[in-house]
C-alpha cells in the first residue's frame, strides 16, 4: 500500500491540466449498457474507480479498455445483469447499473452498496422510483433483484435530490414505455452531461440541466462517442490548493460556470481568480479572510469539497469560521486526522467551527477520498514532514495527484509501503 510524504512550505506556480470527471464517468459508462455496440469516452480519467467500474462491465461481459484518456467500450456480448458485492462494496456507484439493466432486459441482481465510511447512505429512493416505473423489487441476502416485463413511464418526486437516484431512473425511463416526469431530480454537472449523452444515443429528454426531467421512453438506443465532461471537485482542490499556499496557479481543460459557487467563496476569501471558458487562474498572497459555507446541492458548494475547504480555512489568521454540512450531516471523518496536524477545529452537530492554526507534520490517515485530499493540502501547508499513509482512498478520484501538485512546486513521495 502506498503513503505519501510531503514536505509543507512550498508556494504552487504553475499551469495544472484538470482531468475527466469521476462522477462524469461513472454516470455515463453503465449508459453503454443501454444499446449493444462500440463506444468510445474521451477525457476519461486514469482512476480505480473507473477501474472497477469497468471491472464490473466487464463482469457482465463488456469489454472496456482504456488508451490514454480514450476509454472504448464495447457492450455487444452482455452476458450478466448481475453486479456481485466483491464490486459493489468497492465503490458505491455501481449502484448505477440497476436502471439500465432492468430497463434493457427486464432484469437485474445489484448487491446493496452498504454504508460508507461518514455513514448510512441509503438507495430507497433508486428503488421506489424503480417501483413507480413498474419494477418489482425484492430484497434478497443483501441483492436487490428488480424484475419488470417491461418498464412504464410515470411521474416520481425525488423526496431528496439525489444525483445517484435520478442518474439511475435517467437511464431505466429511456428505454421504458411511455413518458416519465421526474421531479426534484438533481441539476448536477454530471446528471446534465449523462442526460446529454443519452439524447445522443436517441432518447427523448427534456428539460435538461433543470430539476424537472421529462423523458419520452423509446424502444431503442444507439452507441455513441462521448467526452466526459472536466472534474469539477478536482479542479476545486486545486484551486484551494493554490490559494492555501499563496501561490499562483492556473487551471486548464476546466468548466469555470460548473465551479461558479466555490469561484465566488475563493474571491471572499481574498483571492483574485480569472476565468476564460476553460481555464480558471488563481493568485493569493495573504492569509484568507474567514469565511462560512454551507454545503448544498449544485448549483451550491458541493459536499465532496467540504473538507479541503476546511484545511483552507486552517489557514485564516484572523477569527474562526463555520461550515454546515447538510448532505451528509456527519462527513468529518477527516477532523480527527486533521487535529493531529494541529487544527483547531469543533463540531457541533452538523457544523464544524474552524478555528485558524499553525499546522506542524504527522503522520495521518486516509478515511475516505475527499478527507484524504484535505490532508494532502494541510500538509502542503505544515512545517515539515507529513505522511499520509492509505493513499488508495486518493487513488479512486484525483489523477496523478503527486505528479500534478509537484509539477507546480510541491514535494510529494509515494513510497510503497508493507505496513499499512
Ligand atoms: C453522488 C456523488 C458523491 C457526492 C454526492 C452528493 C457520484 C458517484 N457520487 O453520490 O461524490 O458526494 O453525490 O453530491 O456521483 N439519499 C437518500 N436516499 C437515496 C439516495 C440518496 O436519502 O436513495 C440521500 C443521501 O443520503 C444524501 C443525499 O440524498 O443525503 C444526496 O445523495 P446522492 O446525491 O444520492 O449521492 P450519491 O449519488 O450517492
Known amino acids: 500500500m502506498d503513503k505519501l510524504v510531503i514536505e509543507g512550505g512550498h508556494r504552487l506556480k504553475g499551469t495544472i491540466p484538470i482531468s475527466g470527471s469521476k462522477n462524469g464517468s461513472l454516470a455515463i459508462m453503465p449508459a453503454t449498457l443501454l444499446a449493444s455496440g462500440v463506444y468510445t469516452l474521451h477525457n476519461t480519467p486514469n482512476l480505480r474507480d473507473v477501474w472497477t467500474m469497468s471491472r464490473l462491465l466487464g463482469s457482465m461481459g463488456v469489454h472496456c479498455d482504456l488508451n490514454g484518456d480514450d476509454l472504448f467500450i464495447d457492450s455487444s ?3 450478466s445483469q448481475e453486479a456481485p458485492y466483491e464490486l459493489v462494496k468497492k465503490m458505491r456507484a455501481s449502484f448505477y447499473v440497476l436502471g439500465p439493466l432492468l430497463s434493457r432486459y427486464g432484469y437485474a441482481k445489484v ?10 447512505r441509503p438507495v430507497d429512493l433508486h428503488l421506489k422510483g424503480l417501483e413507480k416505473l413498474g419494477a418489482k423489487i425484492e430484497l434478497d441476502n443483501g441483492y436487490v433483484i428488480a424484475k419488470a416485463d417491461r418498464l412504464h413511464g410515470a411521474r416520481f418526486h425525488f423526496d431528496v435530490s439525489s444525483v445517484g437516484a435520478t442518474g439511475n431512473l435517467l437511464m431505466a425511463a429511456v428505454l421504458a414505455k411511455g413518458n416519465t416526469i421526474l421531479t426534484n431530480a438533481a441539476t448536477e454537472p454530471e446528471i446534465t452531461a449523462l442526460a446529454r449523452m443519452l439524447v445522443k444515443m436517441g432518447a427523448k429528454i427534456e428539460n435538461i440541466g433543470t430539476n424537472q426531467l ?3 421512453g423509446v424502444d431503442e438506443l444507439k452507441p455513441v462517442d462521448e467526452t466526459t465532461i472536466p472534474d469539477r471537485i478536482e479542479a476545486a482542490t486545486y484551486l484551494i490548493a493554490g490559494a492555501m499556499t499563496k501561490g499562483k496557479i492556473e487551471l486548464t481543460n476546466t468548466n469555470p460556470y460548473h465551479l461558479s459557487a466555490i469561484i465566488a467563496k475563493l474571491e471572499e476569501t481574498g483571492c483574485q481568480i480569472d476565468v476564460n471558458s476553460s481555464n480558471i487562474s488563481l493568485e493569493m498572497d495573504q492569509a484568507p479572510i474567514p469565511v ?3 454545503t448544498n446541492i449544485y448549483p451550491g458548494i458541493p459536499t465532496d469539497i467540504q473538507a479541503q475547504w476546511m484545511s483552507y480555512m486552517l489557514c485564516s489568521e484572523n477569527g474562526s469560521s463555520k461550515i454546515t454540512e447538510t448532505i451528509y450531516t456527519d462527513r468529518f471523518k477527516h477532523v480527527p486526522e486533521l487535529a493531529r ?3 483547531q477545529i469543533e463540531i457541533l452537530d452538523s457544523t464544524a467551527i474552524i478555528n485558524g492554526s499553525s499546522l506542524k507534520g504527522a503522520t495521518v490517515m486516509s478515511s475516505d477520498l475527499r478527507a484524504s485530499a484535505s490532508l494532502v493540502l494541510s500538509a502542503l501547508v505544515a512545517s515539515g514532514k507529513t505522511e499520509v499513509l492509505r493513499v ?13 501538485l509537484n509539477a507546480v512546486g510541491a514535494n510529494i513521495k509515494r513510497v510503497k509501503t508493507d505496513t499499512i
Open 77 to 79: 456480448n452482455i452476458t
Open 341 to 343: 496536524l494541529g487544527a
Open 111 to 120: 448487491s446493496l452498496p452498504g454504508g460508507c465510511a461518514w455513514g448510512p
Open 292 to 294: 462560512d459555507i454551507t
Open 214 to 216: 421529462e423523458i419520452e
Open 392 to 404: 488508495y482512498h486518493l487513488d479512486r478520484g484525483y489523477q496523478g495527484i503527486e505528479m500534478k
